[in-house]
């Protein structure tokens, strides 16, 4: 091989290392400003993109237990909002029974209100997986996600963009027959406030004209845990949506100092009174309105957050690393290492020794996620929120939260009839509970949990799967295949802090078609 071909292959060699690490890289700016939380929202989260789809096992409604076939629905009496990302496809739900709507997450949405990344939505997966939900009596929605402020303003002061975005909508709803969507645009610019109540407004009238499985349909929002630009109407969304799912995390974030990422209070140690889930319900309670508690879910983290410190105090200061933990994962790590817990905030922590740095990790374990749901109970809000199914790892603490709080005889709240638009429907909670299925037997309270070993970043990655079915959106491009990249990783950016990265996949693409052109050339130059 010649001079000029060895600088071709060193040049693709490069360019190969500078596009993996613009799409790989982790954001911890340790010196991001406090404004910065502003973005704080699934995007704080494991890179969906390093783990791929895997593929579900397909559901058999005969395969049911008799005594599980013969349950109407869940035993919970508020609603409990399951995020199922796409990359946890494969995990195995115990307990349907304290869900009453399954949000798959996630379809991406362009700035014109098409759809982008498919991500496995139209194939057999997500097909079985909405058989699975609705024999156990759980709603299903799809959730459509956008990261880009400025795509979001884009497509929301438009009618005719708004519009194919409604149509959009619809047509994913119909690919699978699921019972509405969840809207997860991060973040709404202040200048399209107006125009985003108008578009949910819009979005909920055509989901109810269609009667989605013989309802008015399900369509909710995610919402911030901090409105910093004051860019969400949040008793205009409330009352023209079924309700806003707000994402209580993210208070201490990757590019700041270490800290609980869900804090229930503030105070103490913590001085920064915004820093906290009580904070936020008060928030949304006192600009959405008493009237509207009931459509008020406060979601909540089944993960956690480590940061590199120079020793154990707390609160510590960031050495500038930082990287998200799912709870299966700091459970293990927290036995083996001493777990503490801060009574300020009700949240559990402790310090690990890994990749020759010290680390101090925040995290939910059963009794502060049990104390946080006590409180959405005492606050008459209704109901819950999950970042996200899978990352328990199949352990019982995190459930047990929910048994211990809402399974009893309580209705499912309803929101206030002379409050709402005529138009809107009623949450009486139909298709949530019923008097007669207390059979169905709660969990108790257990640390028993599977032996595989979990590392840092979730579950081991074993080959590519694609799950790429025979069904495809109707007026949209064919889902696009997903190839799993075992990178074993984590990164703050996926579902609140910053845009998401450049996928992999595309990374890889690019890579091939580099390759191919410098053969093409190297064959010619020989």
Not at 221 to 238: F, K, M, N, Q, S
Not at 374 to 382: R, S
Request: glycine share 10%.
């Amino acid at each position: 091989m010649g001079i000029d071909s060895i600088r071709w292959l060193q040049a693709f060699v490069l360019l190969a290392g500078l596009l993996s690490n613009a799409a790989l890289e982790v954001h911890a700016d340790s010196d991001a400003p406090v404004s910065f939380l502003r973005s704080v929202g699934h995007q704080d989260l494991i890179d969906p993109a390093k783990k791929g789809m895997r593929q579900r096992p397909l559901f058999k409604a005969e395969a049911l237990p008799l005594e599980a076939a013969s349950v109407p629905g869940p035993v919970v009496n508020r609603e409990v909002i399951g995020y199922l990302p796409y990359w946890e496809m494969d995990y195995e739900i115990k307990h349907w029974q304290y869900l009453t709507i399954l949000a798959w997450f996630a379809v991406g949405m362009d700035s014109n209100g098409d759809p982008t990344d498919y991500h496995g939505w139209g194939g057999p997966s997500t097909e079985s997986l909405v058989d699975e939900a609705h024999a156990h009596g759980v709603k299903v929605v799809v959730t459509i996600t956008n990261f880009s402020d400025a795509e979001i303003g884009t497509l929301l002061k438009s009618p005719a963009k708004r519009q194919n975005a409604i149509d959009t909508c619809l047509e994913l709803m119909a690919v699978h027959q699921v019972d509405g969507v969840n809207i997860d645009f991060e973040f709404v610019p202040a200048s399209a406030k107006s125009d985003f109540v108008t578009f949910m407004a819009d979005l909920k009238d055509a989901v109810t004209a269609v009667q989605p499985n013989g309802s008015d349909g399900h369509v909710s929002l995610a919402g911030p845990a901090v409105d910093w630009d004051g860019a969400y109407d949040y008793d205009e969304l409330l009352l023209h949506s079924d309700g806003i799912m707000v994402m209580a995390y993210g208070y201490h974030w990757g590019g700041g100092n270490p800290g609980p990422v869900a804090p229930l209070y503030s105070g103490g140690k913590w001085p920064d009174g915004k820093n906290s889930v009580a904070w936020t319900i008060d928030d949304y309670l006192k600009w959405g309105g008493e009237a509207n508690r009931h459509r008020i879910y406060i979601g909540l983290p089944w993960y956690g957050r480590e940061w590199t410190v120079a020793n154990a105090g707390v609160p510590g200061t960031s050495l500038g690393e930082s990287s998200a933990v799912i709870f299966t994962t700091a459970k293990k790590q927290a036995a083996q290492e001493g777990k503490q817990y801060d009574a300020d905030t009700d949240t559990a922590y402790y310090h690990i020794n890994h990749d020759s740095s010290l680390w101090q990790v925040w995290f939910d374990d059963a009794q502060g996620f049990d104390a946080k749901v006590a409180y959405i109970v005492d606050k008459d809000l209704g109901g819950l929120g999950i970042w996200a199914l899978g990352y328990d790892g199949g352990h019982n603490d995190l459930w047990d939260g929910i048994a211990n709080n809402m399974v009893g005889d309580e209705p499912v709240p309803g929101p206030d009839t002379d409050s709402s638009p005529e138009s809107d429907p009623e949450l009486n909670g139909e298709d949530v509970f019923e008097s007669d299925i207390t059979q169905e037997e709660v969990i108790e309270p257990s640390d028993a949990g599977p032996d595989e070993d979990v590392d840092s970043a979730g579950k081991e990655v074993d080959g590519t799967v694609v799950d790429l079915g025979p069904s495809t959106p109707p007026r949209a491009k064919k889902p696009k295949e997903n190839t799993q990249l075992a990178t074993g990783t984590t990164s703050d950016e996926g579902c609140g802090i910053s845009p998401q990265p450049s996928s992999p996949v595309w990374v890889f693409l690019t890579l091939v078609l580099l390759f191919a052109r410098l053969r093409s050339r190297l064959r010619r130059r020989a």
